[in-house]
């Protein structure tokens, strides 16, 4: 019987069983949804590592990561004889700082005395509550799904529908904003060329021809193709492992995502939705972060 209060996460964290591959992939995930930025792990394989287990960046800096993750707590000094140890290889690797990964709890005095090692250094512990806070969060529950096998029950499910809301409440206040900053740009555009025809009414009109910029309605258009193409090809993803008994949904909310589908199919036509290669996969979500940037989004998102 699953745990509640995202004690299930906790307990599956703590007792990992899984070995240090999986344990690497998922820190470099966790990671990367938590902000850090070019995560390029060593030999998750296997194989010399030169004490890291990964290469990322921090705003901007160069630091490496180190995961621990043995099966069950560990005494305070087996986990600091640890993370001694992989100190070493902020300076061996040139970085600025250290994230140490581990499922191990952790008090408060005790992650103050890790971090405290070495004063020059920039340190951050993702340590058990932690990584069970995230992992637990609607952005991560497919994180959590793939490396804990845990699934979303129905509060879960409601959360995270609603957290998308949010965002789609949050990408329509940044184009109001667009909008009008676009509309002021055009009128400051506007008496600025009628300005320069004046100084020089003899001269050519192709001198001073400028490609116009893509109208706002143009880019939430694309946006959106985008988006239902995404979308689509990920729920086609869902439904196999529904209909292959790995993973369970709450009927209405699956009712709701089978409606959803039907209107892309009848709204692109199935033969136009896929499936994709890699190269069309990547291009497709290229073009959403990009766009979505010029919205306002952080670069890299892709949530649909």
Partial sequence: MRRNDGRETWHRLLEWDKGQTPAER?????????GFRNVDPSHPLGGRDGLKDMILTNNG????????????????????????HDLEG????????????TNQELRLSERKELTEIDDDMDVQIYHLERLTTLLNSP??????????????????????????????????????????????????KSLSDVKLMEEFPESDDEEF???????????????????????????????????TGMETVDPE???????????VIDKYGEENLGPYSDFEWGMLNGKLSALRWVLGDDWDMLDT
Avoid: C
């Fill in 209 to 243: 021809y400028e490609d116009e910029p893509r109208s706002i309605d143009e880019i939430v258009d694309a946006v959106g193709v985008f988006l239902d193409k995404i979308w689509f090809d990920r729920h086609l993803s869902l439904r196999y492992r529904i209909e």
């Fill in 26 to 34: 998922l820190a470099a995930v966790v990671l990367l949804s938590d």
């Fill in 253 to 263: 909310i699956w009712k709701g995502a089978l409606n959803s589908a039907q209107k």
């Fill in 90 to 101: 902020v300076k061996r690797n040139k970085a600025n700082g250290i994230v140490f990964v």
């Fill in 61 to 84: 800096t160069k630091w490496i990561g180190a995961v621990y993750f043995p099966r069950g707590q560990q005494s305070f000094s087996d986990i600091k004889s640890k993370f001694e």
């Fill in 139 to 188: 952005e991560n529950y497919g994180i959590r799904m793939e490396f804990l096998e845990l699934e979303m029950n129905k509060e879960e499910q409601l959360a995270f529908f609603a957290n998308q809301n949010q965002k789609i409440s949050n990408i329509e206040a940044a184009l109001e904003k667009l909008t009008i900053g676009l509309e002021e740009y055009k009128l400051s």
